[in-house]
């Protein structure tokens, strides 16, 4: 015989939904983090090894 369902089932499930999607949002902050770190690790390795064009400015084809 199947059991009924309880209703702290929809509760519970709503609650590991909001849990999954927090850790979805953290991760993809961390990603970008990560990114962010990178490209500024970059330029820095860039401009203590005594270059000068680490980060060329783009411009638009307009502003010529």
Known sequence: MAQPEEPDDD??????LIGLII???LV???L???HALRNESNL??????????CAPIETSPGNR
């Not at 509760?11 to 590991?16: E, F, G, K, P, V």
């Not at 820095?44 to 064009?53: I, K, P, S, T, Y």
């Open 32 to 34: 970008y983090l990560l």
């Open 23 to 25: 850790a979805a949002l």
């Open 11 to 16: 509760r519970t499930r709503s609650l590991a």
């Open 44 to 53: 820095e390795d860039c401009l203590m090894a005594g270059r000068v064009n």
């Open 28 to 30: 993809v902050a961390a």
